[in-house]
């Protein structure tokens, strides 16, 4: 079973995937709103797993909501909150549903989270995670035991192009792509002359790259993630562009900087695609990709 | 030396533990408590003080050498009396202690002390956790620092996402175990033994309770 999203990868098609987030509860109309929207004009959509750690609806249900409305579906699954077993157990029953498309994470830490006491797993780590899904598309689980009825993913992981120290990361970016991971979303760029040395590097290996584009809202909160998200770096620029913008019109300079990124990294062909995150505010992505004459 | 590392309890956990518990005999220990302040000679004779403010009566105390030896239940027989007298043992010691007074002795413990955990003296007056004893020991594959221990997630193939200018996403004042690890091995030559990809760990080395009984052959 190969999925439609993996078919896009092997086409050669500038391929553009989004997120959405499972809700606090079981109000699920926002996320069908934003599944609605985004399902015919993306490749696939992420669906994400307890999100920094936050309890949810699971990126699970998620998923087989997308499936269910025809979209093409990229489950997150994290190492945070299931042992092996159940790890397993979840994707023989995303295989089983017409789930062929997974995200490995290691997963925020639940101090970050708001069940900050509870126990957290790691039992797995993403690049075994990897490891895991390739070996059970080959008939066995983690424990060597026989399967009855396969599965089959298309598999990707993350990598951070501007992590500090920048080796670390790469060695552990290379075991991913070891394990067997198909296609890598990375961590938000906003400095692509910087992420085009991060693509010289990472050109050599037979993964995908879809660079991470997340929408800056405002340039406070730009500052924000400069000082609070691990990676992720926004130069002076867009920060005073973002400033720039007159009041209440802080969105659309975002939207306008999203897009002209977008179209950079297709124009000079830095990278495979893009994974457009709007966290919050996902009803605005068609928006970028009209920007990013994307549609 | 490995040292049994603590910190006192809330005041409120103290006296919601004691409550009803008029008499109060206190223990505590000249080993690791002392050298972190928890249960040292000044630290038991605050705690009498505070206990007494509070309406108990304080039947005794004493500070014993080394709270988990077996022979603390001896040591404390010379307070025969004013344990006899006390509704509850009070012990400043870690849990080793603890659990080494209640295994001895036929009275009702409550622990002033929560246990952080086993650590080191890393720089006077800085403790730190080196080792879970986690029954399957990976140090000679990660340059001789512990990443089932001084990984936040006990990560063994390298950093997460989160790692921030060396230190932990939880903690900037914590080290990122994984750019130690990989300062470390880059120094000795063999950062190879990071490239090697680490199948999931076995963690059930020793299963929870660990045991070990040394047959005299
Ligand atoms: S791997 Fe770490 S926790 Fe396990 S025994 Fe070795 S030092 Fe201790
Ligand atoms: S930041 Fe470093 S120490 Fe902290 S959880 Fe991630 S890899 Fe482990």
Redesign the pocket.
Known sequence: MVSSFKKALESGKFVVTSEVAPPKGTNLEKMVHHIELLKDKVDAINITDHQSSVMRFPSLGGALLIKEMGGEPILQMTCRDRNRLALQADLLFASSRGIHNVLCLTGDSVLLGDHKEAKSVFDLDSSQLLAAIRRLERGKDLAGNDLDGGISFCAGAIVTPEANPLEPQLIKFEKKIEAGTEFIQTQAVYDLDRFKQFMDYARQFPAKILAGIILLTSAPMARFMNKNVAGVNVPQEPIDEMASAPKGRAIEKGIEIAGRMIMRIQEERMCDGVHIMAIGREELVPDIMAAARLV | MIRSITQQKSEEEILRLLEGLGRVFIIGCGTCVTLTHTGGEPEVEAMKERLSDKGKLITGGVVLPVACDNLTGDALSKYGQQIAQADVLFIMTCAFGVQTVARQLKKLVVPALDTLFIGKETALGQFDE??????????GE?GGI????SCHKGLVNGPCGGTNNGKCEIDSAKDCAWTLIYNRLKDLGTLDAMRRFQQPRNHQ?EPKPGKLVISAS
């Open positions: 080196i080792c879970l004893q986690c029954g399957a020991c990976i140090l990660t512990c990443p089932v221990t080395g």
